[in-house]
C-alpha cells in the first residue's frame, strides 16, 4: 500500500515533528483503515471530518436521477475530501467508496469554524485549511469546465490540458483507470475508449494505460 507522511502534505508541510502532533491535535486527528470497495460515506450521511489519505485512494461519486454513478474525485496519498462539508456541517447525495485498501486521517474543522486561533501555528493552521477550500473552489470550477463541453472529445482535450498544465509538461500520467475515467467525464467507458483510439489515429494524443502525450502542435 503506497502511503505519505504527513510532512509532504499540504496541510502539514514546513512543520516540526512538535507542531504536527500539536496540529493533529487542534485537529482532534484520528486514523482508521479500509479495505478496497469499503463504502465510506453514504448519500445523506453527515461528514462531520474531512479526510486526508495517508496511503491507498478514495473516489467521491454522486448518482444522477437513473441510478448511474458519476466520479466527482479521485483521491490520492496526500489529498484531502469533504473539507467544505465538514466545515458547513452540512450532508450531500455523495458516495465515498476506497478504491483500494486506505489509511485515512479524520480531522475535524471545529477549531477553525468555532473559536479564534488562540496561537500563531492555530492561526497558520486555519489559513492553510481556508487555502484548501480555495483550491478545492478551483478544482470544482475545472470540472465544470469538462462538463460544460457539447463533445466527449471536447471534454476529453479540456480533461488532458488541465492535467497538463498542473504536471508542466505534454506528458501526462492519470490517477483514474478507464472505467474511473468514463466515471469522471460523465460518459460509457466503451465510449471512452473508442474516442481515445480515434483522437491516437488523428494524432492529437499517444497513450498507453493511464500515460498521456498530449501532441500540442496538432489542434488540440
Same mark, same amino acid.
Given at each position: 500500500?503506497?502511503?505519505?507522511?504527513?510532512?509532504?502534505?499540504?496541510?502539514?508541510?514546513?512543520?516540526?515533528?512538535?507542531?504536527?502532533?500539536?496540529? /493533529?491535535?487542534?485537529?482532534?486527528?484520528?486514523?482508521?483503515?479500509?479495505?478496497?470497495?469499503?463504502?465510506?460515506?453514504?448519500?445523506?450521511?453527515?461528514?462531520?471530518?474531512?479526510?486526508?489519505?495517508?496511503?491507498?485512494?478514495?473516489?467521491?461519486?454522486?448518482?444522477?436521477?437513473?441510478?448511474?454513478?458519476?466520479?466527482?474525485?479521485?483521491?490520492?496519498?496526500?489529498?484531502?475530501?469533504?473539507?467544505?462539508?465538514?466545515?458547513?456541517?452540512?450532508?450531500?447525495? /455523495?458516495?465515498?467508496?476506497?478504491?483500494?485498501?486506505?489509511?485515512?486521517?479524520?480531522?475535524?474543522?471545529?477549531?477553525?469554524?468555532?473559536?479564534?486561533?488562540?496561537?500563531?501555528?492555530?492561526?497558520?493552521?486555519?489559513?492553510?485549511?481556508?487555502?484548501?477550500?480555495?483550491?478545492?473552489?478551483?478544482?470544482?470550477?475545472?470540472?465544470?469546465?469538462?462538463?460544460?463541453?457539447?463533445?466527449?472529445?471536447?471534454?476529453?482535450?479540456?480533461?488532458?490540458?488541465?492535467?497538463?498544465?498542473?504536471?508542466?509538461?505534454?506528458?501526462?500520467?492519470?490517477?483514474?483507470?478507464?472505467?474511473?475515467?468514463?466515471?469522471?467525464?460523465?460518459?460509457?467507458?466503451?465510449?471512452?475508449?473508442?474516442?481515445?483510439?480515434?483522437?491516437?489515429?488523428?494524432?492529437?494524443?499517444?497513450?498507453?494505460?493511464?500515460?498521456?502525450?498530449?501532441?500540442?502542435?496538432?489542434?488540440?
Amino acid at each position: 500500500m503506497n502511503s505519505i507522511s504527513l510532512s509532504r502534505c499540504r496541510l502539514f508541510a514546513g512543520l516540526s515533528e512538535n507542531e504536527i502532533e500539536v496540529s /493533529l491535535h487542534f485537529f482532534d486527528a484520528r486514523e482508521e483503515t479500509f479495505p478496497r470497495g469499503a463504502l465510506i460515506s453514504l448519500p445523506g450521511e453527515p461528514l462531520r471530518q474531512f479526510g486526508l489519505v495517508l496511503a491507498g485512494a478514495v473516489e467521491v461519486s454522486c448518482s444522477d436521477f437513473s441510478g448511474r454513478l458519476m466520479l466527482m474525485a479521485s483521491v490520492e496519498p496526500g489529498l484531502t475530501f469533504g473539507e467544505s462539508l465538514s466545515y458547513l456541517e452540512r450532508t450531500a447525495e /455523495l458516495t465515498i467508496r476506497a478504491a483500494a485498501d486506505c489509511r485515512i486521517l479524520w480531522l475535524s474543522p471545529a477549531r477553525v469554524r468555532d473559536a479564534a486561533p488562540a496561537a500563531p501555528l492555530e492561526a497558520e493552521l486555519c489559513r492553510r485549511f481556508t487555502a484548501m477550500l480555495a483550491e478545492r473552489a478551483l478544482a470544482q470550477n475545472d470540472r465544470i469546465q469538462i462538463l460544460s463541453k457539447p463533445t466527449l472529445r471536447d471534454k476529453i482535450i479540456t480533461f488532458l490540458s488541465q492535467a497538463s498544465r498542473r504536471a508542466g509538461s505534454d506528458t501526462v500520467r492519470i490517477a483514474l483507470d478507464r472505467e474511473g475515467l468514463a466515471a469522471f467525464l460523465g460518459c460509457e467507458r466503451s465510449a471512452l475508449s473508442r474516442e481515445l483510439s480515434r483522437m491516437q489515429k488523428d494524432g492529437l494524443i499517444t497513450y498507453r494505460k493511464n500515460l498521456f502525450i498530449l501532441h500540442k502542435d496538432e489542434p488540440i
